[in-house]
């Protein structure tokens, strides 16, 4: 996923293992008990979004923002 912005998106078990998030914005979005394993986050922000629950095992975090974002 690529330069994308998803709002409001509720997310049950999910697997997202293998993805690369570059550029992506969530916005009051929901994952619970999710997998990102091996997932790879490229200034990816998680703006007011609830990640708890969530399996992180592995992955390439680079710039990656959870909470408010600062201009």
């Given at each position: 996923?690529?330069?994308?912005i998803?709002y409001n998106?509720?997310?049950?078990?999910?697997?997202?293992?293998?993805?690369?998030?570059?550029g992506?914005k969530?916005?009051?979005?929901?994952f619970w008990n999710?997998?990102?394993?091996?997932?790879?986050?490229?200034?990816a922000?998680?703006?007011s979004?609830?990640?708890?629950?969530c399996?992180?095992?592995?992955?390439?975090?680079?710039?990656?923002?959870?909470?408010?974002?600062?201009?």
């Open positions: 996923m690529q330069g994308k998803f998106l509720i997310c049950e078990e999910e697997d997202f293992s293998h993805v690369i998030f570059s992506v969530f916005v009051n979005c929901r999710c997998s990102f394993e091996r997932a790879e986050f490229t200034d922000i998680f703006q979004c609830d990640i708890s629950g399996n992180f095992r592995d992955s390439y975090i680079s710039r990656f923002r959870k909470g408010l974002e600062l201009l």
